[in-house]
């Protein structure tokens, strides 16, 4: 169906840049998903020892100097060299284009954790003497960090915040983006997630306090939705910044299009602060699908949100059955099986993992489900093996976070 | 410490506070800030650095003394003769 709104009211995604566990960039961390490599690894974390995380290996000093990396965050690294890779991608010239006319728009789980957890670390060797808390703390932790070190490191003058969407933050950080190009109060948006998590053992012993933290002898076999013996999160740390720019601008200067985003919908479960709500999931599910004016048989690939606890992941799988469980065409995965749960990122970072199978029509596997959970049985889940597919025309991210934030994103295969 | 142990030490400072800076031409007797680039920030650093590993406390009101390397062994060297 060839689309009816004008290029100017049609944004699309011209450039990515991300940090994964598993891959420094979307050809490599492409590769990975598709051979089922996983990022997943030991972890000494501060009070806690040893634990299992999704950590990144990307070199901060290929965009930063050594002074910026020490006196800014881990989530700024992360977003100023996904921020760096995104705008290479896109073959844009930042000199030549009006800086005060780009925003940035990062979604966040949590900021500020990491850094004061670090500080109050540092102080307690000096009896916590306050005149040794660092002058660096609140530039550090203000919650727009991330997409504010991106400004200072590009020389971005237009609007830059974050969003704080707890682990829908990724898919919202992209939706903001879009809903302020179609504002025209900018020209072109920078926007995704960032995590740094795992520089925090507050968000580890959270979840180890809630019965939610995954534990696994072997690190790569931790991380398992959908699968019986699936016992909890594992945390990732990542970033995914998606080039957004409305259909005109791209085409004008022929632009690389990745997938154009016809339809997205946010919603609040207003029910638990932790526990999810499948009804408010397939409300958030069915309005995407409203917004971008096709019916559930359109979606060939759904890539879910499940994180590996049991509550998340029947729920979710309870919710797909309903809004798609009579039209078996869509193609379902799992990414957080490959670099655990990215929080902020995890549904740009999941979203983006996805975005070749326009071209190359493979969906990509869930990794470690050798025992379906039967409660959460979903039509073609893609299992262990990537599978090929005849058309590949839509693909719908979901994302959710703790007190009941839902989000889904619908991209669908450029055609002009 | 003597007056050329004080001014290694600073330099070690200085090189892990501004680490893609040159250090090796830095001149005593002309502002450090006029040489490299180090903002108030990074000067703040040096001031922890100095309380944290040194136990030394400057004033506020102290600050402009420790504008020039001379200057800040000069300052220091009474405060560090003991380390």
Redesign the interface.
């Known amino acids: 169906m060839v689309s009816e709104k004008p290029e100017e009211r049609r944004i699309v995604i011209s450039g990515v840049g991300l940090a994964a566990p598993n891959g420094n960039n979307l050809p490599e961390f492409r590769s990975s998903l598709l051979a089922g490599r996983s990022g997943i690894q030991k972890l000494n974390v501060r009070y806690m020892g040893e634990v299992l995380a999704g950590i990144c290996h990307f070199d901060p000093l290929k965009y930063q100097?050594?002074?910026e990396v020490?006196?800014g965050t881990r989530a700024g690294s992360i977003a100023i060299y996904c921020a760096q890779e995104a705008i290479a991608d896109a073959k844009l010239d930042l000199a030549g284009l009006d800086r005060s006319r780009i925003g940035v728009y990062l979604g966040i789980t949590e900021h500020g954790t990491v850094e004061t957890e670090s500080e109050i670390y540092e102080i307690k060797q000096?009896d916590y003497d306050v005149?040794?808390w660092?002058?660096?703390h609140n530039p550090r932790v203000v919650a727009n960090n991330p997409a504010g070190e991106v400004t200072l490191n590009l020389g971005i003058t237009g609007p830059h915040y974050t969003i704080g969407a707890a682990c829908a933050g990724g898919n919202i950080g992209l939706i903001h983006g879009l809903q302020m190009l179609l504002l025209s109060e900018v020209d072109l948006a920078l926007g995704g997630g960032i995590s740094e998590s795992t520089g925090s053992f507050g968000i580890f012993a959270g979840f180890k306090s809630e019965g939610a933290l995954a534990s696994h002898p072997d690190p790569e076999k931790a991380c398992r939705p959908f699968d019986k013996d699936r016992n909890g999160v594992v945390v990732a740390e990542g970033g995914c910044i998606f080039v957004l720019e409305r259909l005109s601008d791209a085409l004008k200067r022929g632009a690389n299009i990745y997938g154009e985003v016809v339809g997205y919908a946010i919603n609040s479960d207003a029910t638990d602060f932790i526990l999810p709500s499948a009804e408010r999931q397939v409300e958030c599910m069915k309005l995407a699908l409203s917004k971008a004016n096709i019916s559930p048989e359109d979606i060939d690939i759904i890539n879910t949100h499940g994180t590996g606890t049991i509550e998340g992941d029947v729920a979710e799988c309870r919710a797909i059955r309903e809004v798609f469980g009579e039209y078996p065409n869509a193609y379902m995965n799992n990414t957080k099986s490959l670099i655990g749960h990215a929080m902020g990122a995890a549904g740009a970072l999941e979203l983006a993992g996805n975005l070749p199978s326009f071209e190359d029509h493979l969906v990509h596997p869930t990794i470690n489900l050798d025992h379906l959970d039967p409660e959460c049985s979903l039509n073609n889940l893609v299992i262990n093996e990537p599978i090929r597919i005849d058309k590949v025309d839509y693909i719908f991210n979901n994302s959710f976070g703790m007190l009941g934030i839902n989000s889904v994103v619908i991209l669908k295969r450029f055609e002009e | 410490m003597t007056k050329e142990q004080i001014k290694d030490t600073l330099l070690e400072i200085i090189a892990q506070i501004i680490p893609d800076e040159d250090l090796s031409n830095l001149k005593g007797d002309i502002p450090i800030r006029e040489q490299v680039e180090l903002d108030s920030m990074d000067f703040l650093d040096i001031i922890m650095e100095l309380r944290k590993h040194y136990g030394i406390e400057v004033p506020e009101d102290d600050y402009m003394q420790l504008a020039t390397l001379d200057g800040s062994v000069a300052y220091l060297e009474p405060r560090m003769r003991e380390h």
């Open positions: 100097g050594k002074k020490r006196r000096f005149k040794y660092s002058h660096h």
